[in-house]
C-alpha cells in the first residue's frame, strides 16, 4: 500500500476560562501588570503528536480600560506539540508581558494556513497506524517523523480566534499568570463522514487556571488482570456543587463533574516494573474524585451508561503549590 501526500491543518483552540486573579491593586488609569500565558494537555488517545501554531494574544476590555494588544508570540515558541507537556509540564508563550491593569476576556490566534509541502499545524500518526497504509487525498506522510499528517479544524477559528468563557484580570503592580489545558481526548472528534479527513477539534473541554492557585495529585496505580497501562486512564471529578452519592462517569458533554483525564505510565528502575500517574494544574480549595478505567475507547460524543471503571476514590484535597499523592 502507498503512502500519498498532502496536507495538514489544525484548527484552534477555545479555552473554557476560570477568573484569573493577579497580585496588587485593582485597575486604576496609567498603571500596568505583568501577563504570563502557558499551555499545557491532557493526552489524545492513538495520536503520535498533536502541533499547533500560536501567533498572539489579545485581550478585549469589559470594564473600559480599553483593548490590548494583539500582542505577537516569540516566533521560537509559537510551534508546540501539545502531547510533549503533559502532567505538571507547560509550555510558555508569553512571558512577562506588560499590559494595562484592568479586566478582560483573552483571544488566542492561531496560524490555520496550509499548503502541501508546509503544515502549520497538524495531528499525527505513527508509522503502525492504519491511518498511514493508504492515505487519502488531504493527507501527508512525513519522511523525517515516520508519520502521517491529517488536518484538523474549528468552526470559526480562523475568523475569529480563540476565546475562553469568562475573565482575567491584570492587576496594577503585579502578576497574573496562568495556563490554558487541552483535553485533547475530549476535545478531537475523528471525520463522520468517510470521504472527510479533517479532525475536528471541538471548543470544548480547555480549561484556564491561576498558576498562584493551583496543586497536582499523582500517586501509583495497580493494575491486575487483562489492564494494561497502555489502555488505563486516571479521570478527574470536581466534586464543586456535587450532591448525593458520587458515582464515577465517562466523558461527555452532559458530565458537568468530569475535569481531565491522564495516562498511566510505566516506571522502570534497575529492571522493577510499576506503574504511576500525575496531574498538573488542579484548582485548589475543592474536592476531587478519581476513577481508574482500563478502557481506553471513551467516545466523548456519547454517554456510555456501561463504561467500566476498576477503582475510585472520593473526597481529594489539593493544596497550592502542593502535590496531593493519592494511589489507586
Not at 13 to 37: K, M, P
Not at 173 to 202: C, H, M, Q, W, Y
Request: glycine share 10%.
Amino acid at each position: 500500500m502507498s503512502k500519498g501526500k498532502c496536507v495538514g491543518l489544525l484548527g484552534a483552540v477555545i479555552l473554557l476560562g476560570a477568573v484569573v486573579i493577579g497580585c496588587g491593586s485593582d485597575s486604576s488609569d496609567g498603571e500596568t501588570g505583568t501577563l504570563n500565558l502557558s499551555i499545557t494537555d491532557a493526552p489524545v488517545d492513538g495520536a503520535a503528536a498533536v502541533w499547533v501554531t500560536f501567533t498572539g494574544v489579545h485581550l478585549q476590555s469589559v470594564d473600559g480600560s480599553g483593548d490590548q494588544g494583539p500582542y505577537a508570540i516569540p516566533t521560537d515558541r509559537q510551534l508546540i506539540n501539545l502531547m510533549e507537556y503533559t502532567g505538571t509540564d507547560s509550555a510558555a508563550l508569553i512571558t512577562d508581558m506588560e499590559v494595562s491593569a484592568g479586566t478582560y476576556k483573552l483571544r488566542l490566534d492561531a496560524d490555520l494556513s496550509f499548503a502541501e509541502d508546509t503544515q502549520s499545524s497538524w495531528i499525527a500518526f505513527d508509522d503502525s497506524s492504519d491511518r498511514c497504509e493508504t492515505l487519502p487525498e488531504g493527507a501527508v506522510w512525513s519522511d523525517d517523523r515516520e508519520t502521517c499528517r491529517y488536518p484538523l479544524t474549528i468552526p470559526s477559528g480562523d475568523r475569529s480566534g480563540f476565546k475562553p468563557k469568562g475573565e482575567i484580570r491584570i492587576a496594577a503592580g503585579g502578576t497574573s499568570s496562568f495556563t490554558a489545558e487541552f483535553d485533547l481526548r475530549k476535545n478531537i472528534v475523528d471525520p463522520s463522514n468517510p470521504n472527510d479527513i479533517v479532525f475536528k477539534l471541538k471548543p470544548t473541554g480547555l480549561r484556564l487556571v491561576d498558576n498562584s492557585a493551583v496543586g497536582s495529585i499523582a500517586g501509583d496505580v495497580t493494575l491486575v488482570g487483562e489492564c494494561v497501562p497502555e489502555r488505563a486512564r486516571v479521570y478527574l471529578y470536581d466534586l464543586t456543587d456535587f450532591a448525593g452519592v458520587f458515582g464515577a462517569d465517562d466523558m461527555h458533554d452532559g458530565n458537568g463533574w468530569f475535569l481531565t483525564s491522564a495516562l498511566v505510565r510505566t516506571i522502570t528502575v534497575e529492571g522493577a516494573v510499576s506503574y504511576a500517574y500525575r496531574i498538573g494544574f488542579v484548582p485548589a480549595g475543592t474536592d476531587y474524585a478519581l476513577a481508574l478505567t482500563c478502557d481506553d475507547m471513551d467516545d466523548p460524543e456519547v454517554d456510555e451508561v456501561d463504561f467500566p471503571f476498576e477503582v475510585q476514590v472520593t473526597q481529594i484535597s489539593v493544596v497550592a503549590n502542593q502535590e496531593t499523592t493519592q494511589d489507586l
